[in-house]
């Protein structure tokens, strides 16, 4: 279902072809980092730590050299050094420990050998003597006054007065506007609630891996897969002190990224196990290392207070939000602090996060960094004022909801958004008056997620058939091939499927940032439009040079040059005619464009979860979910949906079961998919995804970034209709059977509708 | 990692028995749905690997009328379409289509189950309210025991040195009796029981509890009886206050840990609401099979 408003009519923009690297994938013949062998490689592994906090002694890797097979070993020291205040020191001492290890499974050595039996057993070989450090392990540890500190340099940012002994908290982010206590003494109804959220996984299904290839000319390749390729390179090149130009780095598919590949772990070792040993080395990650070394998403403790009146007018609000981001400074307060009050019309308002260091693993993205856990507190707190009030949630949602020419708390007049769109969506969707059965509850919650734009490059190569291959710098990690490809369709005129849309490595492309912010269909989109453009013009002046006219006098309509002047009548040319005498008008045809793209439109989802919950037992099942998102312009429908889909089955699982789990040491107890609990197809229903669509100003078609907004409102939406089934407000995640079952209890039994 | 073990794949009972007996390292599998995992976890390798899936008998089920034998590396996927199984033993069955996932139920069997002896087993429960019996080859030759005897802790049973579950014997239910078996798991598959209940129920003509048998999994060192849950129910139709007194039996009769998967009180609270709704399950199917035997 799609709700659209008058736009343009587009002839292959908002069609739904046959993806171009789907049959490739779907029968399992499509090339992920892990498939990619080289005739005499070396499997690489890393040797990691066994402890949350310790100081390392030394490392003896005498008797893993000598053992069979092995051709290198490497440890910290082997890198250039690297001091506090270093542009990327985090990444440099994450990818390998130098002094100190910081969580359990940090990296501290790596082994190449001629099988990876044999590189495992030289791991194990490797003689770490470490002077273990209690570690911290919560926020409320982090925050103790004698608490030991990870970092002996971290001296708080944004802290006022400015810090003057180094704490666990790296940064200390505050905005405000209106008068905070004018606005809660306006107030008919304020509540303040307390929410603890865990650290969960992107739970890619793909792990880690790479292999490099380092020749004699201190040149290396790496094929990986990751969420960009130049980030690898550059990441790369700043970790080894080389120049960017001896690292080429080819994009292999990727499985799955969320975020979590937006950062590097493998390849600077694999590069350096490759240049010591002078053969090619691989890296895969086993499960059990993705979990402990890579990715999770902050756990947090939020708080936040809401003034509203009694007409349903938010007239305040007050939010204090912690956020641990691992074992290093991190975003994840920042973020939070952006979004908190971000879709809500709140003219007083207060934020302070604080970002904090733990000894778990270092945080990385994971679709709307932050967001899903403040809209959490922020969209059940809704929901409670809404019921306080005697008002319909969507009723207090419409009323508050932000929308073009508002301000917004970072400052900014929001453009052209669609957020009332999307509530709108879904309270006419048959959905919101469904009845519901014994034991089923519904909750309505919304999202928000800015989306980023950056530099983006794009190559148009037209083929001597007519034909065209586009080239961009963006992995494809949610159909972006399939969407390149329609909006060049679009500008040049041609069948999609006569395009052959290609990822280019690091050498055959421009510079293209991270795909992050949900933003390659929107930025690396940009700068395809620009490229097709340039060439649509190309185009027209050699078609000019072959009828003998003006290019002014050249059109291009629906894939041909057409003269449009007044010498006469002259037949069309097609693409496929002007490619073949390209020779004789100028050689070959080519375009690029390369941009920083800005205007990338805020995207808004709202989301109508229906649950039944086993009162006897806490368990919750999902039986019905229509989630609603602004899309802007869905250049591919299909993948639109799809991004909803995932959004909200990843939200589910984040709201239900996701959970790192800790001992007492810090070791982590779940590091495997048996329990770290992702949804499994069946604990899902067909999730409704409703299409909206306001296109978004700034982009050439309309487009705004889908790929993370979706998992911002499951959570809150699950939470609200377990309240709605139960009469039970969970505020700590995850709400697990046994948490609903505690509370449900704690509330005096089960509380059936 | 799975490097340098040699694989053995007897057809004969009598082939296995001799491997065993000449390898002290030798490790017999079925499914290796454990297996394996626990190698790549770090459990030492074993020097050969005994697959018992190539012997004709581990693989059968039959029936002579009065009793079905089950051999003990039949892949569960097999009983989960077994007509005569499924008719006779509705719980059994259920549990047998709860382990792992579909991929998994091709390879996963009853005796490796068992002889894992861990704790959360989905079908030790239902064997056991079933009376099932297990045939066990050694090198002394074969003996047959209580399945209920097989386990004796988490990773440890009674089978002895070179010993293996050839089969399983159930006796075919006596008129007005059925089973069932119920697991609470956070997700909806591919997951460990938190708490396992397996009831088999034989009511009288009147509708009376004539026999029951009550079996908890995940919630103690091995599957835990409820001869307090049993003895409520005779003689009562299954509801109300017998109800009330199997769950709060079944409860009681807990002895779990906290771990990640649950905690002391949830896994006793839900051991009591999953038995008495397995018993609840079992008598309806009891009713409906009437006189059925």
Redesign the interface.
Known sequence: MTVTEPKPSYKYVGTRPVRHDGLEKVTGRARFAADLNMSGQLHGIVVRSPHAHARIVSIDTSEAEAMPGVKAVIIGDDFPAVEPGHRQYDMCINVIARDKVLYEGHAVAAVAAST??QA?AAAAAVKVEYDVLPAVLTIDQALAPDAPVLHAHMMTAGANPPAEEPSNISNITRFSGGELDAGFAEADLVIEREFTTQPVHQGYIEPHACVADTGQDGHTTIWCSSQGHFNVRSSTATLLGWETTRIRVIPAEIGGGFGGKTTIYLEPLAVALSAKAGRPVKMVMTRDEVFRATGPAPGTKLRIKLGVQSDGNLVAGDAYLIYTNGAYAGPGGLLGAMTVFESYKIPNFEVEALDVVINTARSAAYRAPAAPLTAYALETMLDELAEELGIDAMDLRLKNAVAEGDPSTMGFPFARIGFVECLEAVRDHPHFTAPLGPNQGRGLAAGYWFNIGESSSATVNLNEDGTATVVTGSPDIGGSRASMALMAAEELGIDPHDIRPVVGDTEAVGFTDITEGSRATFATGMAVVEACRKMVVELRGRAAKMMGADIDDVDWVDGQAVYTGSDGDKDPLSMAAICAKAKRTGGPLTATGSLEAHGAGPGFAVHLCDVEVDQ????V?VVRYTASQDAGTAIHPSYVEGQIQGGVAQGVGWA??EEY?YDSDGVM??PS???Y?V??A??LPMIDAIIVEVPNPAHPYGVRGVGETGIVPPIPAVANAIYDATGCRLRDLPM???RV??AI?ANGGSNGS | MLSAMKYASPTTVAEAVDLLGSEPDARVYAGATDLIPQIRAGRPEPAVMVDLKRIERLCAISGNGSTYTVGAATPTADICVHDGLAAAFPGLVEASGLIGSDQIQSRSSLGGNLANASPAADTPPSLIVNDARAVIAGPGGERTVAAADVATGPGTTSLGGGEFIVEFELDQPPARTADAYLRLIPRTEMDIAVVGAAARVTLDGDGRVAAAAIALGAVAPTVVRVPDAESALIGNEPAGDALAAVEAAASAATNPIDDKRGTVAYRRQVAGVLARRAVSIAAERARERGGQS
């Open positions: 990876r039996d495992q006897e037992t806490g368990v099942r239900l079961n789990i107890e779940n998919f048996l329990d609990r949804p499994v069946s604990d697990s059977p046994i079952l505690e209890t």
